[in-house]
């Protein structure tokens, strides 16, 4: 159904985003907080951030979706949620019922697009005990997956490969012997790193790999501490947190505390090659720079098995970083005489270095997207490492005390429509319409229906109003328009989906409320006067055409009188 021609156009217009947003030192110095945000009017339950964009550029600009998963120890639990923006950095969807989340991105499986990300508990060792889940386009929940025989499954990945299956990781506490020789060797309590490749659809396990399998546990660069000595802590010591599978089969993962990535032989398990870390088998091109990083994170094959992504952190929790900030790598890897190679290197403008977390993606126009994982921030830079667009979610002045972070931030295309009805609100005479997670409104309709009834034939095209963020607002002429609705309409002009019918309830502020009262009182006394006037002058009239009659009359009976 196409949007007839509008009747009233005056009658509405839209209303500026009141919420700009801030391009700041204001913004980055905490005067807003840790972590400014916004609220709506149409979603209550609906908490998102007020970014401060410090950089963009054109070449950012390609449609596809931000997509983060916010938390933080600022980040009330109220606000904790996945979230989509747009490219201009207005929210697009959120629900913060699922809380604590990681990973958010978009997954093809089976031909469809999936919103994918985890969800459970985090506060397990470093670790997380929780599900995965694949939302479709309308934001139902498709598949919640747990790791192989209804375990649960860990936060770190949760990646599904060209084979559709999911590649997943999983901590599993076990008993462990923690080498070392004669009397230094002791016995004692991991948490072993484990790979799981599951069919998404029986849970079936198709590959399970242990680190502890294949990794000397003393040769670990973390050290144990006090942990590993009971079943209370187990000892972490190699820290998996990223799977990749490529065409031959085999899985490239990241160990944050071997700090190298290792090849591994998908039907053997066997280490095929490392990079980086004790056991590096590449001669290094670089100077070192394309095999010595850090705690690194998101590991990844580039789409022509060329070489290898990856964002290393350089820093870990209490220990005092040896470089100045965290880094992307591009490394170009030559298999056949095992060398090295840094090809490009990305750095944050303002030099954000991460103890923990962040990503590294690779985006379809070549452009480098890096998200800085315990600073929530994100930087968009050229493939060859010029920074294009830099953007900050929480203030810089709490950087590096875990106040907002994001575990990954990732762009993909995304098209949502929602089976949930728009949001129609009123406030102080404006009207506020929304939809969470419909990506295809161009512009709201407002059409009325003054006799109240909600049939099509009797609705009004009150006036066509550009979509300006998560939330439109229009002002309404309220009085007029008894009953009014929001129809979301793309920009083909086709109608996506109606509010409810409601009722314009012009609630107002006691300020304009007493405004209001008093033009209302003005326009009545000068009513008033009209009548007065209209009807004194009537009376006038009246009285003097009566009294010319009466004259008249008066004369032709003297003029009588006296003939
Ligand atoms: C939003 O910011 C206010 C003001 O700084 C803060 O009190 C509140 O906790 C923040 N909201 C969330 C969800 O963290
Ligand atoms: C938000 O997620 C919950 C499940 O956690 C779901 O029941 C609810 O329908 C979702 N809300 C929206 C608006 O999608
Ligand atoms: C992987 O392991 C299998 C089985 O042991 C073996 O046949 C194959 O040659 C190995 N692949 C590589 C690349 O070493
Ligand atoms: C290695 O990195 C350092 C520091 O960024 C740089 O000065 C040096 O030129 C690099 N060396 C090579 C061979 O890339």
Redesign the pocket.
Known sequence: MKTSALLFPALVTAVQDVFPHIKSEAFDNGDFGAYPNRTYITEPTSISPRLNILQSDLRCDDGLYTMISLRGDKVELKGQSPMVFDGKGDLIWMNATYGETFGLGVQKYKGQDYLTFWQGDDSVGGHGEGYYYLLDSSYREAYKLSAGNGMPGDLHEFHISTDGTALLTQYLLEEAEFGGVGPRSRKGYIWDSVIQEVDLETNKVLFEWHASEHFKIDESDFPSGSTGRNKKSGYDFFHINSIDKDHLGNYLISSRYYQSITYINCSSGDILWTLGGRHNSFKD?????ATKFGWQHDARWTSDHSGITLFDNGARYGLKPHVDHSRGLHIALDLDAMTAE?KH?YINPKGVISASQGSLQILPSGNVLMGFGYNAAWTEFTAEGVPLCDVHVGSQKTFNTGAVQTYKVLKHAWTGLPTTKPKIQFLDGDIYMSWNGATEVANWAIQSSNDGGVEVHSLIDVELVPKTGFETKASLHCRRWKYVRAVAVDAKGQQLGASEMVETNCETSEEQALLQLRLDREQRIRWMLQVIIFVGCGVGICSLWRWRIRRRTYSAIQQKLWA
């Open positions: 091109l670089s100077d070192g720079n840094l290197s």
